[in-house]
């Protein structure tokens, strides 16, 4: 019996108040977990940049990494971490820096998603290489954008086919505006595809381990709206099908964190946007939802530092493709049999069974922590260094008061 510390690391950026929130809870809820015969408790510190030894031990048990996608050193050392000192990062580094939106979309294609027509077009223009006018010269066919217009139907959406935050997306009314816009492109590869369009709801779900979290979603309200606040929104049907293609999703790639959008038009939701594994995380946009991704980060990062979850190092597609290969099953069960293989890897039950017994306080310490001055003074930080200086003390007292409505519907709710 030996007390013994597991220690998590969180690899930032610009995120200023989820980790000064999860940092104050963490230490709130005094964690001492007995273990295979161990007390277990928890430190959490900020990982540093800084020249690394590829040999040198790592410290860390368990890293929330918010880095990889953009900053390389960071990216690199998490993956030396993985492969040499057992590291359980999320997410999966290797998944990240290679799955782009494209290969998310023909995975999920191919297990039977209804993905909008989409198509690739090669770029509008070069970065001139010695390559490459001999390569197209050969191989480049003239084609007709007008005639793919057509094919795909109007209204469409281009976007680059590894796009992330609306960059250089445009909705595109007829031929004209298609040919326009791909003037305009540059050297973007980009995706033609069919807009789902007039759709009647628009939903964002976000996942965290097993954990999910549904948010209807306002596209053409500003940021700080563009997360709705209604509540039961969906049925349950739907509900747990956007919850099935987003666990389904998230375990194909090793993304323990995730968001999946699904547009539904005339009763089917259609999923269009879903490789972003490092997902907004901001009371600024969150507000409401804030506190339930403050809290399924706890309990996801506690339970797999705690019980030394092994990080899958291999994606393994394998059994997905298994399920995808019965054209008899119906869709909705293939969906099921998929989502049971994320269950499996994201060890749901075993992880429910964690919480229930080791955890039992923490709603109760961040519903506390979410009425507090400090909880407020991370989201003042937030506003601070997103608006103006003469919109601040405004926005702070939106997302909190939209917070502090939350804690009075959870307390109703208990
Ligand atoms: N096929 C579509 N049908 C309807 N709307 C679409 C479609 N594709 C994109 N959109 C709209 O354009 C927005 C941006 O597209 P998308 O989410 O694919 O890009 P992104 O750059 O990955 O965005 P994000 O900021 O979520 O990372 C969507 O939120 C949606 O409002
Ligand atoms: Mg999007």
Redesign the pocket.
């Known amino acids: 019996m030996a007390n013994v510390t597991r220690k998590i690391g969180l690899s930032l950026g610009a995120d200023i108040c989820w980790p000064l929130c999860y940092e104050q809870i963490l230490d709130k809820l005094k964690l001492e977990i007995p273990w295979r015969g161990d007390t277990v408790s928890l430190a959490c510190e900020r990982v540093t940049i800084e020249p690394f030894d590829l040999r040198q031990p790592c410290q860390y048990d368990v890293v929330l990494d918010r880095l990889t996608h953009w900053y390389h050193t960071s990216r690199e050392w998490i993956k030396k971490a993985i492969l040499m000192d057992g590291l359980y990062v999320l997410n999966n580094p290797w998944s990240v820096q290679s799955m782009e ?1 494209h290969t998310s979309y023909c995975a999920m294609m191919h297990l039977g998603m209804p993905i ?1 027509e ?1 198509w690739m077009i090669p770029p509008k223009s070069y970065e001139p290489t010695a390559d490459l006018a001999p390569t197209l010269k050969s191989y480049a066919k003239l084609f007709d954008l007008g005639a793919i217009g057509n094919r795909i139907g109007y ?3 281009m ?2 086919y590894d ?7 445009s ?1 595109v009314a007829d031929e004209s505006q298609l040919r326009k816009r791909y003037e305009e492109s540059g050297k973007g590869v980009m995706h033609l ?5 007039p ?1 009647d709801s ?1 939903v ?1 779900c976000i996942g965290l381990g097993p954990q999910t979290h549904l948010v209807r ?1 306002l ?2 309200e500003p940021l700080h709206d563009r997360y709705s606040q209604e509540q039961n929104f969906i049925s349950e049907d739907d509900a747990q099908l956007l919850r099935d293609t987003t666990l389904t999703i998230n375990a194909f790639f090793g993304w323990d964190f995730n ?1 999946c ?1 699904s ?1 539904r038009k005339d009763g089917t939701w ?1 999923p ?2 879903f ?2 594994p490092c997902p ?1 995380s901001q009371v600024t946009s969150l507000h409401r939802h804030f506190p339930w991704l403050v809290k399924a980060n706890l309990r996801w990062s506690i339970f797999c530092a705690v019980t030394k979850k092994p990080f899958r190092r291999t994606l393994d597609w394998e059994p997905f493709y298994a399920i995808a290969a019965k054209p008899e099953m119906p869709y909705r069960e293939r969906l099921r049999a998929y989502a049971a293989i994320a269950e499996q890897r994201f060890e749901a039950a075993r992880f429910e069974e964690f919480c229930a017994k080791h955890l039992p306080h923490l709603d109760e310490v961040a519903w506390e922590f979410f009425g507090t001055e400090a909880a407020k003074s991370a989201f003042r930080a937030k506003v601070t260094a997103l608006y103006p200086k003469h919109e601040v003390e405004q926005f702070t007292e939106l997302f909190w008061n939209r917070v502090q409505a939350w804690r009075t519907d959870a307390k109703a709710a208990s």
Do not use: C, H
């Open positions: 939106k909008p989409t209204p469409m959406f976007k680059p796009g992330g935050g609306w960059r250089a997306v909705r595809q069919a807009a789902v369009s759709f628009f964002r979603y596209p053409d968001s959008e547009l259609y269009i946007d490789a972003n907004d």
